[in-house]
C-alpha cells in the first residue's frame, strides 16, 4: 500500500487542503465531502429534478427535496466529457456513444433523417433535373390556387431552398407571370450574379418585401447591389429581413401578424388595417429611424406589446424615442437593449415609462423593488444553432461553449501548458445561469493515492442559499468576475447581449485609432562607434546562457565572466538601470535588449505599438486586446456577420511561444470563453494567406540591431523555413488541426531550401 494513500478524512485534509481553499467549499462540508468521494456517491438525483425549458431547446434544474439549507450539502457532479481542445472532433468521432450522449444533454439531438426523407428522388432521375422539376411545380400551383380561389393575381411567392441559380430564375420569367407580386422569397438557393439577380427583381414594381437570405450573392456582393434594388423597386419595405428607409403600414402590418401568405396586402392598402394589432415585434430589423407616420399611437391605438430588441435607432434621440414611445397608452411590456437607445438601465426605462409591467420579460415590480439594473435576468438565451444536414459531432462542436468549463493541471514542477475543458453531467449542465445564484459549482480533483496521477476529476455543488421545493437552482457562469473585468461583455458567450451597444463602441474605437495624426519624428544625427576592439583583441562575452558559452567557439570571441570587463553582455536576466549599477556596466558596453523591449516581445504590447504608432494601418490586421477591448471586438463581430463578411479569428496568449494556447475560431462565444485559459490577443485571422505548395509556411531570421537612430541591423544568413504538415483548408474541421493552421513543426536551413525558395 503507497505510504500516500488516503486512509481516513485527516489524510483527505491533508493532501486536498489547497484544492479545497481553491474551491470555496465551507469547512463544515469538507467532512461530507470526503465521504461522497470515497463511497462514489452521486446522490444528487434524490434531491432535483432536470425540466426542459426554452421549448426544450435546453433544460434547467429544479429541487425536489422540501428544502435545502444554505451550506447544508455537497453533491458530487461527474464529467461527462473531458478533452484537450484540440482532441475534441476527435473523440467525439471515435469514442462511441459519446456524440449521442453530448448532443442529448446540449438539446442537439433532433433527428437528422426526418427532413431528408420528404426529398427522395423519385423515378431515379438526377437530383438537379428533379429540382427543375420542383420549382416549376411550385409556381404552377400557386397560379392554380389563385385560380381556385376566384383570384388569378399571385402576391406572395416562397420558393425557398429549391437550389434555383442564376439561370434558373431568369428562366422562371417570374415578373411576367406574377406582375402584382408584393412578397418574393429566395431563401437558401444558389443565386449569385449581382448583375442577373438585380435585373429580374427590379421588374417588380409593387414589391413590398424581398428576402435574399442564405444565397451565395451576399457574400460576392456589396452595398451597390441593395441601393440598385430599392432604386429599382420604391415600394420596398423589407429587404432580406431588416426594414428599408421606406417602411411603413406593410412592414409594421407583416411583423403585427397581419400580412403573411394568407393575406398578403393589396397593392392600395385599405384604411386602419393595424388598429386591432397588440402586439408587434420589431428585433433585429435593422431599423435605424423610428419616427414614422405609420407608427404612431393613432395607427396601433391597441398596442400592448413591443419588441425593438437589436435595432440601432441611431437616427432618433433618446427624447424623440420616449414621447413616441410614450404615446401608446396600453403598452405594457416592452423588450428592449440595455444599455441601448431607451436608456443604460432597467430602472432608468422604468422611471420614464412607469405604466409598464413587464420590461425584457421581467417583472417591473421585481426590479424596482431590488433597486438595481438586472440585466443579466433580462437577457435571451444564445440558443444552439445548426441545420438538418449536419451531423451530431458538428452540432456539438457548436454547441458546447455554451456547456464548457476548464481547469489546468500543476505539480512541483511545472503548470500544464494547455487547459483541460469539460462538460459535467446532465444535473451539473443543466444549472442555468443567475446574477443572484443559490449554488456554487467548482471543478475538485480527487487523489486517492495522494499522487497527482491518480487524480479523478469531480466537480462539487452546494446551495449558498436557503432553497424552497419547486425552486430553479442557478450558478453564476462568470462567479467572482464584475465589471471591471468586462463582466457584462462576457456574457455574449450565452445571451444574446445588445448589439448596439458593442457596434458603438466598436465604431468609437475605429474613429480614435483613423484620428490620431502619425508624423514621423525628426530623424537625428548620431555617432556610431564600431563594435569591434581598437586594439584587434578579441571581444570579450558575458554570458549566463549555457548555449551561448558552449557554441561560440569561434577565435575572434573570449569568454569572460565578470560582466564588468565584457564588450558584450549576451543575458537571459533583465538589465535595469539597478543591475547596472550593481554590476558595474556602463553604457559603452552592448547589450542583448534594450529598455521597454516588452513593447516588441509581448503580443499586446505590440499591437498597441503598432496602433499608437500607425492607428490601423492596411497592413495590420484587426488586433483587440481581450483583457482590454472584449466589448470592440464583439462589435466588429456584429458587423461583419451583418455584412456578409468573414469572421474568423485567431486567439493568442500575450507571452507564449510554440503556438501554446493558440486557437482559430469564427464562433463568438468560443472567443469570449477562451479568455478563461489565461489573457490574449484577438486578431482577425487570414483567411487567404501566401501558401507554398498549398501549406502555410513562415521564414525565420535572426536580426541583430546595433542602432535605432541611425538604423542599423544586422542579418544572419542562416535563416529557416517552416512549413504546416497539412495542406491549408478553411473547412471548419481544419480550425481543430494544429497541423493544418501553424508551422512550428518542420525548420530547414537556407541551404536545404534556397532552390525551393527562388519561386518567390
Avoid at 468521432?93 to 459519446?98: A, F, R, W, Y
Avoid at 427583381?201 to 435574399?212: A, C, E, V
Avoid at 405609420?294 to 437616427?315: C, H
Avoid at 452540432?395 to 511545472?414: F, G, S
Wanted: a negative charge; one cysteine or more; proline letters at 5%.
Amino acid at each position: 500500500m503507497a505510504a500516500d494513500k488516503i486512509r481516513d478524512f485527516d489524510d483527505f485534509v491533508k493532501v486536498h487542503a489547497l484544492l479545497l481553499a481553491a474551491s470555496g467549499l465551507p469547512q463544515s462540508l469538507h467532512y461530507q465531502l470526503f465521504q461522497k468521494l470515497s463511497s462514489d456517491t452521486f446522490d444528487g438525483g434524490d434531491f432535483f429534478q432536470i425540466e426542459p425549458c426554452e421549448d426544450g431547446r435546453q433544460r434547467r434544474l429544479v429541487l425536489t427535496s422540501d428544502y435545502m439549507g444554505r451550506d447544508s450539502r455537497v453533491f458530487l457532479v461527474d464529467h461527462a466529457w473531458t478533452f484537450r481542445l484540440s482532441d475534441a472532433p476527435k473523440q467525439l468521432q471515435e469514442v462511441p456513444g459519446l456524440a449521442q450522449r453530448m448532443a442529448s444533454l446540449m438539446c442537439v439531438d433532433i433527428d437528422v433523417n426526418s427532413e431528408c426523407e420528404e426529398t427522395d428522388l423519385v423515378d431515379g432521375g438526377s437530383h438537379e433535373n428533379n429540382t427543375k422539376v420542383n420549382v416549376k411545380d411550385v409556381v404552377e400551383r400557386e397560379i392554380q390556387e389563385a385560380k381556385e380561389r376566384g383570384d388569378e393575381t399571385v402576391r406572395w411567392l416562397e420558393l425557398e431552398e429549391l437550389d434555383i441559380d442564376d439561370d434558373m430564375l431568369l428562366s422562371l420569367d417570374l415578373s411576367n407571370k406574377f406582375p402584382d407580386l408584393l412578397a418574393l422569397s429566395l431563401c437558401g438557393n444558389k443565386l449569385e450574379n449581382v448583375e442577373k439577380v438585380i435585373q429580374e427583381i427590379t421588374k417588380f414594381k409593387h414589391l413590398r418585401g424581398l428576402w435574399l437570405n442564405d444565397n451565395p450573392i451576399l457574400q460576392n456582393c456589396d452595398v451597390h447591389m441593395e441601393e440598385t434594388i430599392l432604386q429599382g423597386c420604391p415600394r420596398l419595405e423589407i429587404y432580406n429581413s431588416c426594414f428599408t428607409c421606406n417602411f411603413g403600414e406593410w412592414a409594421l402590418g407583416f411583423c403585427g401578424g397581419i400580412y403573411g401568405k394568407d393575406n398578403p396586402g393589396c397593392i392600395h392598402q385599405s384604411d386602419c388595417p393595424l388598429k386591432t394589432v397588440t402586439s408587434l415585434d420589431l428585433s433585429n430589423r435593422c431599423i435605424h429611424n423610428l419616427i414614422n407616420k405609420s407608427f404612431s399611437p393613432i395607427e396601433f391605438p391597441s398596442l400592448s406589446y413591443l419588441n425593438l430588441r437589436g435595432d440601432p435607432l441611431e437616427q432618433n434621440s433618446v427624447g424623440d424615442l420616449l414621447n413616441l414611445i410614450k404615446g401608446f397608452t396600453d403598452l405594457h411590456a416592452l423588450e428592449v437593449d440595455i444599455p441601448g437607445p431607451l436608456g443604460e438601465s432597467a430602472l432608468e426605462i422604468l422611471e420614464s415609462f412607469p405604466n409598464l409591467s413587464l420590461l425584457n420579460g421581467v417583472s417591473a415590480s421585481k426590479i424596482l423593488e431590488t433597486r438595481k439594473n438586472v440585466i443579466d435576468s433580462m437577457l435571451q438565451p444564445r440558443l444552439p444553432e445548426w441545420t438538418a444536414e449536419e451531423p451530431l459531432t458538428d452540432r456539438v462542436i457548436n454547441a458546447m461553449w455554451l456547456y464548457l468549463m476548464q481547469y489546468r493541471l500543476a505539480d512541483e514542477e511545472k503548470i500544464d501548458e494547455t487547459s483541460v475543458w469539460y462538460v459535467m453531467d446532465e444535473l451539473g449542465s443543466a444549472l442555468q445561469h443567475s446574477d443572484e445564484p443559490n449554488f456554487i459549482v467548482s471543478p475538485f480533483l480527487y487523489m486517492p493515492e495522494g499522487k497527482l496521477a491518480s487524480a479523478v476529476s469531480f466537480s462539487i455543488l452546494w446551495p449558498t442559499q436557503n432553497v424552497q421545493k419547486g425552486d430553479e437552482c442557478t450558478r453564476d457562469f462568470l462567479s467572482g468576475i464584475g465589471e471591471e473585468k468586462q463582466r457584462s461583455a462576457r456574457l455574449t458567450a450565452w445571451f444574446h447581449t445588445p448589439q448596439n451597444y458593442f457596434i458603438q463602441e466598436y465604431e468609437k474605437h475605429w474613429q480614435r485609432l483613423s484620428s490620431r495624426s502619425f508624423a514621423s519624428p525628426p530623424i537625428q544625427s548620431s555617432i556610431v562607434r564600431s563594435l569591434l576592439r581598437s586594439d584587434g583583441c578579441a571581444l570579450r562575452i558575458y554570458t549566463d546562457i549555457p548555449q551561448v558559452e558552449e557554441f561560440l567557439t569561434r577565435p575572434e570571441f573570449l569568454i569572460t565572466t565578470d560582466p564588468k570587463d565584457a564588450d558584450i553582455i549576451w543575458t537571459s536576466m533583465q538589465v535595469d538601470e539597478d543591475v547596472k549599477k550593481t554590476a558595474g556596466i556602463t553604457d559603452q558596453q552592448y547589450i542583448n535588449q534594450f529598455p521597454f523591449e516588452a513593447c516588441l516581445v509581448m503580443k499586446h504590447h505590440l499591437a498597441e505599438t503598432v496602433q499608437k504608432a500607425h492607428g490601423s494601418p492596411a497592413w495590420f490586421q484587426p488586433t483587440y486586446n481581450l483583457e482590454t477591448h472584449l466589448s470592440q471586438v464583439i462589435g466588429d463581430y456584429h458587423i461583419r456577420k451583418r455584412d456578409g463578411l468573414d469572421n474568423l479569428w485567431i486567439l493568442k496568449p500575450w507571452n507564449m511561444a510554440r503556438t501554446i494556447d493558440t486557437t482559430v475560431t469564427g464562433d463568438i462565444s468560443a472567443i469570449i470563453r477562451l479568455m478563461e485559459t489565461g489573457p490574449k490577443i484577438c486578431q482577425k485571422y487570414i483567411e487567404h494567406p501566401a501558401l507554398f505548395k498549398g501549406k502555410k509556411f513562415d521564414l525565420r531570421y535572426i536580426i541583430l540591431v546595433r542602432s535605432m537612430n541611425p538604423l542599423e541591423i544586422f542579418l544572419s544568413d542562416v535563416f529557416w523555413v517552416r512549413l504546416a504538415n497539412n495542406a491549408y483548408s478553411l473547412d471548419k474541421h481544419s480550425f481543430f488541426e494544429y497541423e493544418t493552421h501553424f508551422t512550428v513543426m518542420v525548420s530547414c536551413k537556407k541551404n536545404i531550401l534556397a532552390q525551393r525558395l527562388l519561386i518567390f
